[in-house]
């Protein structure tokens, strides 16, 4: 069964500070997402990381995936309160008998202080 | 990608009643998701739903409790049957965006009572 584990799931952070989500997998993946979701709200896509070295940047944000370590990062650079919400990192899994299907990690409660 | 229309928002259900979802795609797609986010916490998927077949069901989820419909390639629906207070929880929808992705309705925030 796919475990993926997200840390911190807590997360207070000073304005203009750097800090690092990480999220670790069980089970060998090369499809990997980042989303984000505000209290009361769906969830919106951040990232896409399709191959072992993957790196995307949006703004503050840039997210990375090792396969062979089974680990992605989000990094956040100089934050600001806007990001102030929970980062869910999710596998997605192709399996050959239920198809594709998506496992979350816990979620990492992100507030950004003044 | 595609554009999910997910109803209702929100509800406010007595105990022992059941609740529809629907959720209505703008483009047609062969797998729709349905997931559980119980307060404070991660999603859950509960079933995948395939036009054409029964839905397939995770572990700890049954068919009674969330029978699922799927009646064509751009819609679908969820009932929570029986509903318990531990049935409260916000309900969402997903299909796979184009190329690879997931897009998520805007969630079903069922409170019972």
């Known amino acids: 069964e796919l475990k993926v584990e997200q840390n911190p799931l807590f997360l207070s952070m000073q304005e203009g500070k750097n800090y690092t989500i990480y999220c670790n997998y069980s089970?060998?993946?090369?499809?990997l997402y980042w989303y984000r979701q505000d209290p009361g709200k769906s969830l919106e896509s951040l990232f896409v990381?399709?191959?072992?070295?993957a790196v995307k940047q949006e703004g503050r944000l840039m997210a990375s995936l090792d396969t062979k370590a089974r680990l992605s990062t989000l990094h956040i650079t100089a934050a600001v309160h806007d990001l102030s919400a929970t980062y869910f990192c999710?596998?997605?899994?192709?399996?050959?008998?239920?198809?594709?299907?998506?496992?979350f990690g816990e979620g990492t409660q992100l507030t950004v202080n003044p | 990608s595609a554009v999910i229309s997910q109803k209702p928002s929100r509800d406010i259900c007595q105990r022992g009643t059941s609740l529809t979802i629907q959720c209505q795609v703008d483009?047609?797609?062969?797998?729709m998701f349905w997931y559980r986010q119980q307060p404070g916490q991660s999603l859950t998927l509960i079933a995948t739903?395939?036009?054409?077949?029964?839905?397939?069901?995770e572990s700890g989820f049954v068919i009674d409790k969330f029978p699922i419909s799927r009646p064509n390639l751009t819609f679908s629906t969820l009932t929570v049957s029986n509903m318990s207070p531990e049935d409260s929880s916000i309900y969402l929808c997903?299909?796979?965006?184009?190329?690879?992705?997931?897009?998520f309705g805007s969630g079903t925030r069922l409170t019972v009572v």
């Open positions: 739903a395939n036009q054409g077949s029964e839905a397939t069901y």
């Open positions: 089970t060998t993946s090369d499809r």
């Open positions: 483009s047609q797609v062969t797998m």
């Open positions: 997903s299909v796979p965006g184009t190329g690879y992705g997931y897009t």
């Open positions: 990381l399709l191959s072992n070295g």
């Open positions: 999710a596998v997605d899994l192709l399996e050959e008998t239920s198809g594709s299907r998506l496992t």
